[in-house]
C-alpha cells in the first residue's frame, strides 16, 4: 500500500554530482519526516539527510555542505542532490518515511547503490 522507490544511483567520479530520486506511492504531505540513509560495505546504517513537514532539515556532519534534500509535493518525490562527492559517500542510499502516529517503525525503499571512484 505504500512504496517508496529510489533511482538516480551509478557511478561518478570524486567531485561529482548526483541526484538521488524516491518515488512514493502515496502523498508524500502524509508523513511528517522523510529522511535519506545510507549503508556502506561494513558499516551501519545511518542517517544522512532528513526534511520535517514544517519545511526544516538536518544533515549529518560528514554530509554537510554537500547534500541538500527537497521534496516535490506534487511529484509525491523526495530528492537528495549530493555535489562534491568524495569516495566515503559510496554507499547505498534508502529512502524512508517513519510512521505516524503512534507506531514506531518506518517505511523504506529498497534502496540504490552510490559508487564515487575514479
Known amino acids: 500500500q505504500v512504496q517508496l522507490v529510489e533511482s538516480g544511483g551509478g557511478l561518478v567520479q570524486p567531485g561529482g554530482s548526483l541526484r538521488l530520486s524516491c518515488a512514493a506511492s502515496?502523498?508524500?504531505?502524509?508523513?511528517?519526516?522523510m529522511a535519506w540513509y545510507r549503508q556502506a560495505p561494513g558499516k551501519e546504517r545511518e542517517l544522512v539527510a532528513s526534511s520535517n513537514i514544517g519545511g526544516s532539515t538536518n544533515y549529518a556532519d560528514s554530509v554537510k555542505g554537500r547534500f541538500t534534500i527537497s521534496r516535490d509535493t506534487a511529484k509525491n518525490t523526495v530528492y537528495l542532490q549530493m555535489n562534491s562527492l568524495r569516495p566515503e559517500d559510496t554507499a547505498v542510499y534508502y529512502c524512508?518515511?517513519?510512521?505516524?502516529?503512534?507506531?514506531?517503525?518506518?517505511?523504506w525503499g529498497k534502496g540504490t547503490l552510490v559508487t564515487v571512484s575514479s
Open positions: 524512508n518515511a517513519p510512521w505516524t502516529g503512534s507506531r514506531v517503525g518506518a517505511y
Open positions: 502515496v502523498y508524500i504531505s502524509s508523513f511528517n519526516t
